[in-house]
């Protein structure tokens, strides 16, 4: 069943794009415990396993059904474009106990017999230190599952951003909607998502937030009643090469070819990057990464675009065919 989200004249004008480390550590936070989003994940798995085990995530996972209504204010839209998350979990310290009481419970609902655990019971008996406990936990998973692999995930989420805020002016909100993923399509004013049961909203002037997300994959997750601005996540573009090492995304003919350091840059650019972006996704130090970056562009491999105060690189025609014409390289080695 459908889920339709009506946009009037107003939110035409509203929608904008962000990024939430928050959300991210939530959805994190839910993926350990959901198989079919760890498909892209293994090594990031491993990685986080013995942090994991000393997290103490019962509270949180008690009120992520799996199917039915998450609080809101354990993951709210981002207050702007590239929040820090000691702003955003300030904000879930300031929830009001009252509306995250009448959330939790709505919650638990969701799940038969949440509400009648012993955490849930406690979780519902003092909202206020509820808040206090799952923002304490949200917090540790931060710092444990995610703040590590920060600057990669941020890259990636950013290059995203950059790469559809410039399909936004060439094709425009209808064009660009349907393009964030399958499951989105746009008709008339309406964006109609693929879910599970039907549900209708209209966006009344407040504009749609748009986030990219590496840990909702490969789900779209849409919703937050109001007060709150409504919210899409859509599964981040380049997703398969994030955890991936340098030496896996390289083509050995490119090294050939190129060398090692710009063959290496040149693969990575499977998606639009920065400098700093490159660095964390390569593990070259950003001068290094800087100096390839000029020879590639002056051999006409890749083009450089300005969003606001960042640069991203991308490959041309012509690099995109020496990273995946492997046949037309060895040619030429």
Known sequence: ???????????LLRCRFAVSPLWETQEAVRTLKRPERQGYHPRWLRRIREA?????LAGLWLLMPRRGHSPDFLGPPPIGPAARFEEEIAGVRAADPGAARQEMARALACTPGAADSARGRALLADPAGAVRELADALEAAWRALVEPDWPRLRALLEADVAFHSRRLAEVGLGGLLPELDRRLSWDAGTLTVEWRGEHVRHLSGQGLV???SV?????VVSGFD???QPTLAYPVRGIAGLW???????????????GRGRATVLAALDVPATTSGLAHRTGLAPSTVSAHLGAL????????????????YECTPLGIALVTGGGVVQGMD
Not at 1 to 11: A, E, K, Y
Not at 244 to 258: M, W
């Open 297 to 312: 562009r002056d051999a006409g491999l890749l083009a450089s675009r300005r969003y606001g105060h960042q640069v991203f």
């Open 215 to 219: 840990f909702s994959w490969p789900d």
């Open 210 to 212: 748009l986030i990219p």
């Open 1 to 11: 069943m459908p889920f339709h989200i009506h946009f009037g004249q107003d939110d």
């Open 244 to 258: 991936a090492r340098p030496s896996e995304r390289t083509p050995a003919a490119l090294v050939r070819l190129l």
């Open 52 to 56: 994991g085990r000393g997290l103490d």
């Open 226 to 228: 109001p007060p709150w």
